[in-house]
Structures are given as structure tokens and as C-alpha cells.
């Protein structure tokens, strides 16, 4: 059983004028499919350490060293973009009344939480995400991380994740990446970050 490239859950166009059909056709088919390609050609050079991502990553040390930076590179992107296609809808969503509750303790308010994430995703340099995510204590926190790098790795859980590789927005937006963060907004998938704070509250 290898890696498999999951199915966008919308149409390419669902996500427009927010994010384009273009950005989602090659950032999907082509930068996806490229991470779990070069994922599983990693993994086969030692089938003995299996093929559960999280678990590997969660434990990057268990991967032999060889293999070690390729599966953190692609097997973070496999996971990373997977968690992102999930966190997107066309439909309009609300925060749960328990998440909201957490927002409004750790940040103050939901404004103040959004103008955070925001800033962990404009001032990642280079390539990266920005996260909010449920540490070991079961707090929230906003972090970013460089490249296709995972907080499971640091034992957190992530729910919700925004791609700032210019490949996630450069088309529409070039560089002008605030817009971009603004855009996602619009089209984030509360039901689903709703989902995983229970999940990770649990």
C-alpha cells in the first residue's frame, strides 16, 4: 500500500475568486503529486520503518538517517497539503462555540488570533506554513514553520494550516502574500478546525 494523492473534496474553480482554478489544478496535480511520488520512492528503500507519516514524523529519528530528510521534506508535504485541501470549503462555516471559547482565552478575541496567524504567515522568510495548533498542554498556539516541516514533529497537533509557498498563491496574488492571507479567510473550513480541536482535546 503506497502513498496515495487524496481527491480535492471541491471543484478546482469552487475556491474562486479567493483562490484560482489554475493555483489549485498545479498545486494540487502537479506540487502534491510530485511530494507523495518522491515520499513513496523513500519509503521503499527501507520498507521496514512502514508508511505512517504521522508516526514518522512525530518520531523523525526512527527514520533511517538516509532516507530521513527526504521523508521530512515529502512526507511533511503529502501531510501538510492534505490537512490544507481539507481545511478549505466554498461554503460559509462558523467557529464552534467551544473553539471560539479558546480563541477569545488565548488571544482575547477572534480578531486578535487572526491578526497573529497573520503575521506568522507573512513573516515566515522564504518557503513555508503558519499554523494554529493544540500543544502537549491542550493550549492553542500560532506558530510557522519553514519549508514542508510539521508540528507533529514537535508533538503538536495542527488545525488549521496556511500554505506560503509562492506556489500557493503567486499566480493570482505574485507577491503581494497579505492579500493572499486575507483570501483564505474567506474560504476557511471552520467545520473542519472545529473537528480537530475536539479531536485533539480528547
Avoid at 34 to 47: C, G, Q, R
Avoid at 177 to 192: Q, T
Wanted: charged share 25%; glycine share 4%.
Amino acid at each position: 500500500m503506497t502513498i496515495q494523492l487524496p481527491e480535492l473534496p471541491y471543484a478546482y474553480d469552487a475556491l474562486e475568486p479567493y483562490i484560482d482554478a489554475e493555483t489549485m489544478k498545479l498545486h494540487h496535480d502537479k506540487h502534491h503529486a510530485t511530494y507523495v511520488a518522491n515520499a513513496n520512492a523513500a519509503l521503499e528503500k527501507h520498507p521496514e520503518i512502514g508508511e505512517n507519516l504521522e508516526s514518522l514524523l512525530a518520531n523523525v529519528d526512527r527514520i533511517p538517517e538516509a532516507i530521513r530528510q527526504a521523508v521530512i521534506n515529502n512526507g511533511g508535504g503529502h501531510l501538510n497539503h492534505s490537512l490544507f485541501w481539507e481545511l478549505l470549503t466554498p461554503e460559509s462555516t462558523d467557529l464552534s462555540a467551544e473553539l471560539k471559547a479558546a480563541i477569545d482565552e488565548r488571544f482575547g478575541n477572534f480578531q486578535n488570533f487572526k491578526d497573529e496567524f497573520a503575521a506568522a504567515a507573512k513573516t515566515r522568510f522564504g518557503s513555508g506554513w503558519a499554523w494554529l495548533v493544540v500543544d502537549k498542554d491542550g493550549n492553542l498556539q500560532v506558530e510557522s514553520t519553514a519549508n514542508q516541516d510539521t508540528p507533529l514533529s514537535e508533538g503538536k497537533t495542527p488545525i488549521l494550516a496556511l500554505d506560503v509557498w509562492e506556489h500557493a498563491y503567486y499566480l493570482k496574488y505574485r507577491n503581494v502574500r497579505p492579500d493572499y492571507i486575507e483570501a483564505f479567510f474567506h474560504v476557511v473550513n471552520w467545520d473542519k478546525v472545529n473537528e480537530l480541536y475536539a479531536a485533539a482535546k480528547a
